[in-house]
């Protein structure tokens, strides 16, 4: 796995273990719709990480398993941190959305 270049002196080097979203000059495909959690959908300890993005970068990406469904949270670690949260879906749509995610066709 390629890993990408950082800033000199930066504090938390990349571990080179988790996939790195591709970020494309070209538009998405698929516009996802990423909300501010401002209600509980499903309570935080009872979701799972079925896989996740490396944290290396400003925006990184986790998927969620919860109750049946599937959704993104995105966390952007720009001042101030923000979390959105993408979906819920039924399985099978939320795993070729991640795909799309990961190859940088979906934002």
């Not at 996802?32 to 290396?56: G, H, M």
């Not at 049946?68 to 949260?85: D, I, K, Q």
Request: proline share 8%.
């Amino acid at each position: 796995m390629a890993q990408p270049t950082s800033p000199e002196g930066e504090e938390w080097p990349c571990p080179g273990f988790a996939a790195h979203p591709c970020n494309w000059a070209a538009p998405a495909e698929v516009a996802l719709d990423w909300r501010s959690e401002t209600r509980k959908v499903n309570s935080p300890n009872r979701q799972r990480v079925i896989a996740y993005t490396c944290s290396c970068q400003e925006t990184s990406y986790e998927f969620l398993a919860a109750g049946g469904l599937y959704r993104f949270r995105r966390v952007s670690r720009r001042t101030p941190e923000t979390v959105a949260y993408a979906g819920p879906w039924h399985r099978v749509r939320a795993e070729m959305l991640w795909g799309l995610l990961i190859v940088g066709q979906a934002q």
